[in-house]
């Protein structure tokens, strides 16, 4: 008998299979995929750790997280700066001095100050949505060229249909700072996420390529409690209708060269490309990268249907509403625990995830 039956390798998992095997805990983990650390996943590839689920960057201010994390991976000192084009011309993000002068010509923080006022969308209520939340923050022509067509393509909806609350992740500086994370700490692991994972998982029981759904009365027969970490509508066979996510295809190419575009992450921000970034993987973790190949990988946005992967929850007000139904489910449940992203249906950065699996455990030892 297992103290948990740990449904999802990915980091929510993974963090409480390790809280609670190093209390003593009996856990075993099991995961559809035929592979570990969940989205974090990484492979290498002539020397380069590909980022299979899309780019994924640590960063966190918490020093119990960060602490977490360096148990397991010794963490490089990559920082995000990445870029974004817009017909032929670049532009530095998050929007910064570099971003202003490369907009307006505009050199010092008052100059680009006065640009953005002049421009600013003036309420006296809050924004309803996203195009007047991006309008208030920082005016037309960072809207139009950066935000409008962007969002287009990433939600595959008009920004007036979509919530404020997106836009307010955007960092906006008045500064040659162009560090995209505020954060006191920042980096990949040296190695890629996988072997994290694994020094994570050391001396507990995997099993991959088993969906819990397939034969969920002997999983349940074989632990005291459940740890689920995947969709909570499935759970509850959809019971209440099925919530929506975002998905993503990527379309990843080697190339016979060393350099293709210069840095980790390139945004699209034009609607006549169809994908929204492009990520060149070896900036990432340059430490035994090959000379004579590069690996890049283009984000393209994919409606949501059933069989494909979920990315990003759709935190609109029909899902939040089905999602209530079943939290409340959930919250009934005496010998099941609901952690992570899509168990808790939230866009969760990887440290946001850690901190959840932490209070989970508290909550639950
Ligand atoms: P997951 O990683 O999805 O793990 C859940 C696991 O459960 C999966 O492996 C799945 O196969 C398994 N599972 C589901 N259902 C079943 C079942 N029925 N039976 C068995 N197994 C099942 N965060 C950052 O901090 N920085 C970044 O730069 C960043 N970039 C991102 C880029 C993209 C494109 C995306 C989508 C996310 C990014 N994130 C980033 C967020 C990060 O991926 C998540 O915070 C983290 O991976 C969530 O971990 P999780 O364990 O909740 O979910």
Redesign the pocket.
């Known amino acids: 008998m297992y103290d948990y039956l740990i ?7 993974s963090t409480f299979a390790r809280l609670a095997t190093d209390a003593g805990k009996k856990c075993l983990i ?4 035929d592979h570990i650390a ?3 996943y990484t492979i290498k590839k002539h020397g380069i750790h590909e980022h299979v ?7 966190c201010n918490d020093d119990l997280i960060w602490n977490f994390v360096n148990r397991f991976a010794k963490f490089n000192t990559f920082v995000n700066r990445p870029i974004a084009i817009n017909n032929g011309k670049v532009f530095s993000l998050p929007f910064s001095m570099y971003t202003f002068n490369a907009m307006w010509g505009v050199i010092t923080p008052e100059e680009a100050m006065k640009k953005i006022e002049s421009q600013r969308l003036k309420l006296n209520r809050e924004p309803l949505n996203l195009e007047e939340q991006a309008l208030t923050l920082v005016g037309e022509d960072i809207y139009n060229c950066l935000i409008r067509d962007y969002t287009k393509k990433q939600w595959l909806k008009d920004p007036k249909e979509l919530p404020a609350s997106i836009i307010k992740r955007l960092p906006i500086r008045m500064s040659w700072d162009n560090n995209y994370f505020y954060d006191k700490y920042q980096g990949i692991p040296i190695g890629g996420y996988t072997a994290m994972f694994e020094n994570i998982l050391e001396g507990i029981e995997v099993k991959t390529k ?4 397939a034969n969920q009365e002997y999983w349940n027969s074989i632990a005291k409690k459940i740890v689920f ?3 909570i509508d ?1 759970y509850y066979k959809f019971e209440h209708g099925e919530l929506e996510y975002r998905s ?1 295809r990527f379309e990843t190419e080697t190339m016979p060269y060393n350099n293709h575009q210069g840095n980790a992450v390139v945004n699209y921000n034009s609607l006549d490309i169809p994908w929204t970034r492009m990520i060149e993987h070896k900036y990432f973790d340059q430490s035994n990268a090959n000379d004579n190949v590069t690996i890049v990988t283009k ?1 393209i946005p994919d409606i949501w249907s059933r069989n494909k992967t979920p ?2 929850p759709i935190g609109d007000e029909k899902n939040t509403l089905i999602f209530k139904k079943y939290m409340s489910m959930a919250k009934s449940e005496i010998n099941t625990i609901f ?4 168990a808790e249906y939230r866009y ?6 850690i901190q959840s699996a932490f209070n989970k455990f508290k909550e639950n030892i």
């Open positions: 449904v999802g390798a990915g980091l929510f998992g099991i995961d559809k995929r969940g989205n974090c689920y899309g780019p994924h960057i640590f960063h088993i969906d819990y759904f970490t995947g969709k499935e993503l984000e990315y990003y952690g992570g992203r899509l969760y950065d990887m440290h946001q995830v």
